[in-house]
């Protein structure tokens, strides 16, 4: 137990500098473009699931709760919704880079969310929406900014004090569940648990894509830890990530008073995410 202990630990704190690097950076980034990026979703028009797709893999602090708020408003479609709900990273991008992974993988995992993103959206809106969305006319946003209440930072001053703010944060998760998977593996064992989820193609994409249904960061940072200890495969981590829309989905239900679509688009993103898991578990097993 305490060499489990002291690997977590010492694991953890490797990762302190490059964390509060990526998340100073990333301040940088939200700061110079939130408000383009929030701008430019609300123009984007039948464009939405295009522009949200690309935006949502941005990492930027609250961009899906700022999206929740645009369609609780009806200022954006259901596909756009879902697009950015499918591309966003969040603590993914900080912890792949702080564990030095290397630079074409994290770009492919990327790239395979904004890509299923835009196509999931452009579906949605062209098909799905038109029967069980009844079409109202925008109206303003009614909601205001709910990033306050979470674990986001991103009407703080100052960007050095949020970037140390959110790698304390995201530093006592990373303990926490690194501690956690290293005792499940040295209890069950590695052997047993690529028996029971590295080789079921079918059982890894739908376990992650519930754990991603969590709406808080601790989701991104449990699925892309289990898949930086070999506990998940590549395809169950896409599966994980693609659900895991930070606060989101939370804000959504906080905002949007429609329960019964709130309902429709959970379902419609853990579907989602399961059959592009399966699917990328599929095709790695063909391939391979």
């Not at 473009?33 to 464009?47: D, N, P, V």
Request: overall charge negative.
């Amino acid at each position: 137990m305490l060499e489990i202990i002291e690997d977590a630990v010492i694991d953890s704190i490797k990762l302190l500098p490059f964390l509060f690097i990526t998340y100073l950076i990333m301040e940088y980034i939200e700061h110079k473009m939130g408000e383009k990026s929030k701008k430019a979703i609300k123009k984007a028009g039948r464009f939405g699931p295009i522009v949200g797709g690309i935006l949502g893999a941005f990492p930027q602090c609250g961009f899906s709760v700022s999206a929740t708020n645009l369609y609780a408003g009806r200022v954006i479609t259901l596909g756009t919704l879902i697009a950015v709900y499918l591309s966003t990273s969040d603590e993914m991008l900080p912890i792949l880079v702080s564990e030095a992974v290397e630079p074409i993988i994290i770009l492919k995992i990327l790239g395979i969310k904004i890509i299923i993103g835009i196509i999931a959206g452009i579906i949605i809106d062209f098909v799905v929406s038109k029967f069980f969305i009844k079409k109202q006319e925008n109206k303003e946003e009614e909601i205001g900014h709910i990033c306050e209440e979470e674990h986001c930072h991103c009407n703080e001053k100052g960007i050095i004090k949020s970037s140390i703010k959110h790698t304390l944060s995201i530093f006592i998760f990373v303990l926490i569940i690194t501690f956690l998977i290293n005792i499940i593996v040295h209890i069950i064992g590695e052997e047993n648990i690529e028996n029971w989820i590295l080789n079921k193609p079918v059982l890894g994409p739908i376990i992650s894509s519930l754990i991603g249904l969590i709406p808080n960061c601790a989701s991104s940072v449990i699925i892309t830890n289990m898949y930086l200890e070999n506990v998940i495969s590549f395809g169950s981590m896409i599966a994980g990530l693609l659900t895991g829309a930070g606060v989101g989905l939370a804000v959504l239900f906080k905002t949007n008073d429609r329960l019964k679509e709130n309902m429709y688009i959970v379902a419609l993103i853990y579907v989602i995410g399961v059959i592009s898991g399966i699917a990328i578990e599929l095709l790695n097993m063909i391939i391979i």
